[in-house]
Nanobody, 125 residues
Framework: QVQLVESGGGLVQAGDSLKLSCVASGRTFSTYSMAWFRQAPGKEREFVASISWIVVTTDYGDSVKGRFTISRDNAKNTVYLQMNALKPEDTAVYYC??????????????????WGQGTQVTVSS
């Protein structure tokens, strides 16, 4: 497993942008598929985006397609989530997740073995 620490959350207005970062410890980050999930109060954890470890392919949840972009910098052990055109319904705690052992990314949170502590994103209308 890797240790994950998210940052970059905050309070913004609808239409604003925000960029989340997730820094991983350890030497095996480049072999991890990474993802972002979010959870709003009273709701289930929702898939936001994922990025593979080798051939850099990405996937997005339907609610964020065209607005959010996931990327990674293996030299910095960091995965990013650029969030544009934010909406009040994007308000949630955002979690970074990692899936090791050279496994590909999936949209199911149960497939991920490493999790960060979460960072709060609040979008006001």
């Amino acid at each position: 497993q890797v240790q994950l620490v998210e940052s970059g959350g905050g309070l913004v207005q609808a239409g604003d942008s925000l960029k989340l970062s997730c820094v991983a410890s350890g030497r095996t980050f480049s072999t991890y598929s990474m993802a972002w999930f979010r959870q709003a109060p009273g709701k289930e954890r929702e898939f936001v985006a994922s990025i593979s470890w080798i051939v850099v392919t990405t996937d997005y949840g339907d609610s964020v397609k065209g607005r959010f972009t996931i990327s990674r910098d293996n030299a910095k052990n960091t995965v990013y989530l650029q969030m544009n055109a934010l909406k009040p319904e994007d308000t949630a705690v955002y979690y970074c997740a990692g899936r090791g052992r050279l496994a590909g990314p999936t949209p199911w949170h149960s497939d991920y073995d490493s999790w960060g502590q979460g960072t709060q994103v609040t979008v006001s209308s």
